[in-house]
C-alpha cells in the first residue's frame, strides 16, 4: 500500500516555541491531506483538511493562526504549532488521499511542551 | 454531523476466545468504513477496509461486518492472542474526499 510518512516522530520543545511537523507521501501524489490530533485515551479529532495549492480548511475550534498549514506540493504538507504551549502537547497525525481513494495515516508526531 | 460509539470501550479477555467490537455511526451515508489498530503511542494500522455497497470483509482471523442502514458495524477477532491487545478504532467515510471520522475506540486485553 502507499506510504506515508512523517517527521520529526517526536519532539519536545520550550513553551512559546514554534514547531513545524512534516507529512509527505512517498510514492503518490496527495491531492488532500488532513491533519488529525489525539490527546491521551481519546479518539483522534480532525483539525483540518489541506488541498494542495489551496488554503486549509480548519474545523470548529481550531486555531488557524495558532496552527499553520502550508500544503505546497502534491506529497508535501507541513504543519506548523506556533507559540506552543504545554496544552498543545499531544499526538498529531497525518493522512493523505489521492482523488478521494483510502485514506493513508502517517505514523504520527508525539509533541511535548515543557 | 456524523458520531461515531464503540462500544464496549474496554474490554480484558483471557487467550483464545472469540470476541466482538462494536461500531454505530449516526450518518449511513457513508462511503466505506475502515476498523483500525493502534498500539499504545503508535501511529494506526488499517485492518479491513468495507465499501458502503459490502456487508462484510475477512482478514485471517479478523471479520467486519457492516449493516451500514442501521449505522453499525461489528469487528470479530477468532481465537484472540496477547499479541491482538491493542486499541481497536472504526472510521466510517462520507462520500466525496471527506475525511474519515473515528470513535473513541476499544482497549482489548487478552490475558495470556
Known amino acids: 500500500g502507499a506510504v506515508v510518512s512523517q517527521h520529526p516522530s517526536w519532539v519536545i520543545c520550550k513553551s512559546g516555541t514554534s514547531v513545524k511537523i512534516e507529512c509527505r507521501s512517498l510514492?503518490?501524489?496527495?491531492?488532500?491531506m488532513f491533519w488529525y490530533r489525539q490527546f491521551p485515551k481519546q479518539s483522534l479529532m480532525l483539525m483540518a483538511t489541506?488541498?494542495?495549492?489551496?488554503?486549509?480548511?480548519?474545523e470548529q475550534g481550531v486555531e488557524k493562526d495558532k496552527f499553520l498549514i502550508n500544503h505546497a506540493s502534491l506529497t508535501l504538507s507541513t504543519l506548523t504549532v506556533t507559540s506552543a504551549h504545554p496544552e498543545d502537547s499531544s499526538f498529531y497525525i497525518c493522512?493523505?488521499?489521492?482523488?478521494?481513494?483510502?485514506?493513508?495515516f502517517g505514523p504520527g508526531t508525539r509533541l511535548t511542551v515543557l | 454531523k456524523q458520531e461515531v460509539t464503540q462500544i464496549p470501550a474496554a474490554l480484558s479477555v483471557p487467550e483464545g476466545e472469540n470476541l466482538v467490537l462494536n461500531c454505530s455511526f449516526t450518518d449511513s451515508a457513508i462511503y466505506n468504513l475502515q476498523w483500525f489498530r493502534q498500539d499504545p503511542g503508535k501511529g494506526l494500522t488499517s485492518l479491513l477496509l468495507?465499501?458502503?455497497?459490502?456487508r462484510e470483509q475477512t482478514s485471517g482471523r479478523l471479520n467486519a461486518s457492516l449493516d451500514k442502514s442501521s449505522g453499525r458495524s461489528t469487528l470479530y477477532i477468532a481465537a484472540s492472542q496477547p499479541g491482538d491487545s491493542a486499541t481497536y478504532l472504526c472510521a466510517p467515510r462520507g462520500s466525496g474526499n471527506t475525511p474519515l471520522v473515528f470513535g473513541k475506540g476499544t482497549r482489548l486485553s487478552v490475558i495470556a
Open positions: 489541506s488541498n494542495e495549492g489551496s488554503k486549509a480548511t480548519y
Open positions: 510514492d503518490f501524489q496527495a491531492t488532500t
Open positions: 493522512s493523505a488521499t489521492h482523488r478521494g481513494d483510502t485514506q493513508y
Open positions: 468495507i465499501q458502503s455497497s459490502q
